[in-house]
T-cell receptor, first 111, second 113 residues
Framework: NAGVTQTPKFQVLKTGQSMTLQCAQD?????MSWYRQDPGMGLRLIHY???????DQGEVPNGYNVSRSTTEDFPLRLLSAAPSQTSVYFC??????????FGQGTRLTVV | SQKIEQNSEALNIQEGKTATLTCNYT??????LQWYRQDPGRGPVFLLL?????KEKRKERLKVTFDTTLKQSLFHITASQPADSATYLC????????????FGTGTQLKVEL
């Protein structure tokens, strides 16, 4: 059982480039979320999904897009990377009212 | 505005003592509260969940309390060990509205020999 798999683990982007962070889960969880973690800021919710085809914005959605075409996958797209998006990104999945399972994180640097 | 506050300063304690971490929140009506452990370079790992109608939960050396009147949760690690050193995060869950999980900033615990 792989749990939640995020790729890549590390990425360096130039300002203005776009990229997609991948997240896949094999636990048939209905809920999936993307967080970013910055020093002293904790985990901040970017976007979340309550099921295939349904997504919504979290606390810090600007500059990011998501889609959920299947239960398993929840990719996060950076449309035009900015230095302010340098962060560690975590994907999580969970059942309603249950514990969240996190991926190992993607460390993104935008130069 | 909504806030979840945890001590930003690191908590240093001696091995064998009980560590107590605090999570305070404002302008939330959580259905449940969770505690996670995070080690450097890793994703958070679930430890305990307590629901709004529960006062206390235990799991081995861990205990969590939940006071919805004070809007506070306390997380205790008894007989602490150096291996317990990590950052501990609380998270509030609200039913409806997507069942979002909102996290506090975390408290770093260091258990010294």
């Amino acid at each position: 059982n792989a749990g939640v798999t995020q790729t890549p683990k590390f990425q360096v982007l130039k300002t203005g480039q776009s990229m997609t962070l991948q997240c896949a889960q094999d636990m048939n969880h209905e809920y999936m979320s993307w967080y970013r973690q910055d020093p002293g800021m904790g985990l901040r919710l970017i976007h979340y999904s309550v099921g295939a085809g349904i997504t919504d914005q979290g606390e810090v959605p600007n500059g990011y897009n998501v889609s959920r075409s299947t239960t398993e996958d929840f990719p996060l797209r950076l449309l035009s990377a900015a230095p302010s998006q340098t962060s560690v990104y975590f994907c999580a999945s969970y059942l309603r009212g249950g514990e969240a399972f996190f991926g190992q994180g993607t460390r993104l640097t935008v130069v | 505005s909504q806030k979840i506050e945890q001590n930003s300063e690191a908590l240093n304690i001696q091995e064998g003592k009980t560590a107590t971490l605090t999570c305070n929140y404002t302008n939330y009506s959580p259905a449940y509260l969770q505690w996670y452990r995070q080690d450097p370079g890793r994703g958070p790992v679930f430890l305990l969940l307590i629901r709004e109608n529960e006062k206390e939960k235990r799991k081995e050396r861990l205990k969590v309390t939940f006071d919805t009147t004070l809007k506070q949760s306390l997380f205790h690690i008894t007989a602490s060990q150096p291996a317990d050193s990590a950052t501990y995060l609380c998270a509030l869950g609200v039913t409806g509205g997507g069942n979002k999980l909102t996290f506090g900033t975390g408290t770093q615990l260091k258990v010294e020999l």
